[in-house]
């Protein structure tokens, strides 16, 4: 404590003489007799810095006193086992000293630190898969409605030529030979055939040729009248193509009705020719030239189809169906004049050359039909 204020007082000190010397010269003789009053009054700069110096020592002596009392307190109570946390308050220094601890101590610069590696940026945690505890959609949620399925395409087609048909009459027993006859003419008119040799015409002798020519080419007793399929078949190759062996038509035998009507519209929507139906039981000859039906287009050879109707021409004049629009319902179950009913017929014994077969054998409880295949 002793050297710290020694350290302190002496510059001031040595200043304050070197000022006194400096700046007050000698006395003048008169000097004693008369001074100024204001100069009497007034402290000397040079002594008010002195006292200064003087009081700035003496707040430093009590403020070193203060500390070591601190410091020997503090020593006690450590001793005792008390811990005081409260700091020991220093002294104020008065107004116009100087405190001798006021003066900045340097402060030693701190060490650099090393510089933290960068840590790894962690990856965001994935989204966890919903749990089974998420509330399904109740039922009062309305389902979204299907959308609307496309309406089914139609298809129509009918080949009808007015000038084409003739009635059998007077002969009620030349059906077949009427119905060749009409559906020869049909396909002229349609320009439908190719190596095709028939010239339309209605005459009713040319009926009577085609009659003559079915029942010299069936496999029917010549017991019954008209023909059987196999002479309607054999006149409409020979009359239209030049040869019984032509093979545009050909007599098919079905087990379904709907087979068969099927396989009837097929044919017209294929080959643009008619077809000849073996109607009530097998004793009747009609032909249909058209249909309409929904679906697939039954000239592609699809069956995905359904029947709505077909054009029916009947060669009986007492029936008068020509181009007659027939609903399926009504083909299939309607009166006798109209439904495709199974063929019952059993009087052709005989084996056909063209295609090996025993008539009845091959019709017998069938829906026959003389379809085009080319």
């Known amino acids: ?20 010397s400096v700046s007050q010269p000698a006395a003048p003789a008169w000097a004693g007799r008369a001074s100024s009053p204001a100069a009497s009054v007034a402290p000397d700069a040079a002594a008010v810095q002195a006292t200064a110096a003087v009081d700035a020592v ?35 220094p008065r107004r116009g000293t100087v405190a001798a601890d006021s003066a900045p101590k340097p402060t030693a610069t701190p060490a650099p630190t090393a510089t933290p590696a960068p840590t790894a ?17 109740t039922q009062s949620e309305p389902a979204p409605s299907p959308a609307p399925s496309p309406s089914p395409q139609t298809w129509t087609l009918d080949i009808y030529d007015a000038r084409a048909p003739r009635y059998q009459n007077p002969d009620n027993t030349a059906c077949t030979a009427a119905a060749a006859q009409s559906m020869l003419n ?9 190596g095709f040799v028939w010239q339309p015409t209605t005459s009713y002798t040319v009926q009577g040729e085609i009659l003559a020519y079915e029942r010299a080419n069936m496999t029917m007793l010549t017991t019954s009248a008209g023909s059987d399929p196999h002479g309607w078949r054999n006149a409409l190759n020979y009359y239209g193509w030049g040869s019984i062996s032509a093979g545009a038509y050909r007599d098919s035998a079905y087990s379904s009705f709907d087979a068969a009507a099927k396989a009837a519209v097929r044919a017209v929507a294929r080959y643009h020719k008619p077809v000849g139906i073996l109607a009530r039981a097998g004793t009747h000859a009609q032909f249909i030239t058209g249909y309409q039906v929904t679906g697939a287009d039954p000239a592609t050879g699809s069956s995905d189809f359904s029947i709505i109707g077909v054009y029916l021409t009947d060669p009986y004049q007492a029936v008068a169906h020509r181009d007659f629009w027939l609903t399926y319902t009504d083909w299939r179950s309607g009166g006798s004049w109209v439904r495709f009913s199974p063929y019952t017929e059993s009087d052709s014994p005989y084996t056909d050359p063209i295609d090996g077969h025993v008539g009845t054998d091959e019709w017998y409880g069938h829906w026959v039909l003389i379809v085009p295949v080319r």
């Open 58 to 92: 003496a707040v430093a002596d009590a403020a070193d006193v203060s500390t070591e009392a601190s410091r020997a307190d503090s020593d006690a109570v450590s001793a005792a086992g008390v811990r005081v946390d409260a700091p020991v308050p220093t002294a104020t």
């Open 186 to 194: 049909t396909i002229a008119y349609t320009g439908s055939a190719s």
């Open 121 to 137: 940026t962690p990856a965001p945690p994935a989204t966890p898969a919903p749990t089974q505890s998420e509330p399904a959609p």
């Open 1 to 20: 404590m002793t050297t710290r204020r020694a350290s302190l007082l002496l510059p001031i000190l040595f200043g304050t003489v070197l000022a006194l």
